[in-house]
């Protein structure tokens, strides 16, 4: 069973291109998780997403950032017109459905590093 | 307010060491996780436990649901512990808050 898988691991984008960012999660896992670190700052929450649903997306952005989980095909974290200030690690992780309220752990994929020039 | 809290926010000991990072939380959860952040980046998950204590290996987790506080120890400390130590908190719901880290650093 494979991990998280994230790729690709480093994106070099110059201010105002496109970025984007794929995670597939683990499986059987439907539950994905995007966060944010910052150079030399702790995770952030970024945003929740079930298969074809955003669940929580209060850590996005307002402009700029979008997410999405197909029903087929890895989650993608899509970040237009990218500035410097969106170089930083985004981790995706992924869990199993919960039943009856239960949490799972979380398992990460190994980031993708962005560096916008 | 959702807050997680760590300390220390660096650690240096002697290979053999017994270590303890502490965590401490605002408000009720719904779980608490130790991560664990190795120098290249990755990120892997040691423990989740919303009561009492988890042990695996060298590695112990314990949490104080009243004193809404956790800690997490590592017996017999090795220079291959040495990371970024990372508490995080379900706070009702799946998204994690994170603490700013432990750098942990352990001399041969």
């Known amino acids: 069973n494979a991990g998280v898988m994230q790729n690709p691991r480093h994106l070099v984008r110059r201010r105002g291109q496109e970025a984007r960012l794929r995670c597939s999660p683990m499986?059987?896992?439907?539950?994905v998780y995007w966060y944010r670190q910052l150079p030399e700052e702790g995770l952030k929450f970024m945003v929740y997403l079930q298969k074809e649903n955003i669940i929580d997306e209060s850590g996005m952005p307002k402009e700029r950032f979008s997410a999405e989980f197909p029903k087929e095909g890895p989650s993608i974290l899509r970040i237009q017109q990218v500035v410097r200030g969106d170089s930083a690690a985004y981790f995706c992780?992924?869990?199993?459905?919960?039943?009856?309220?239960?949490?799972?752990?979380?398992?990460f994929g190994p980031g993708t590093r962005l560096t916008v020039t | 307010k959702n807050e997680v809290e760590q300390s220390p926010q660096n650690l240096t000991a002697q290979e053999g060491e017994f270590i303890t990072i502490n965590c401490s939380y605002s408000v009720g959860i719904s779980a608490l996780h130790w991560l664990q952040q190795h120098p290249g980046g990755g990120i892997v998950s040691l423990f989740m436990l919303s009561s009492g204590k988890k042990k695996h290996g060298r590695l112990i987790a314990t949490i104080n649901i009243q004193e809404k506080h956790s800690s997490l120890h590592i017996t017999a400390s090795h220079p291959r512990d040495s990371a970024v130590y990372i508490c995080?908190?379900?706070?009702?719901?799946?998204?994690?808050?994170f603490g700013t880290g432990t750098r942990l650093t352990i001399i041969p």
């Open positions: 499986k059987g896992h439907s539950h």
């Open positions: 995080a908190a379900s706070f009702g719901n799946e998204k994690l808050t």
């Open positions: 992780a992924s869990s199993p459905p919960g039943v009856g309220g239960l949490l799972y752990e979380q398992y």
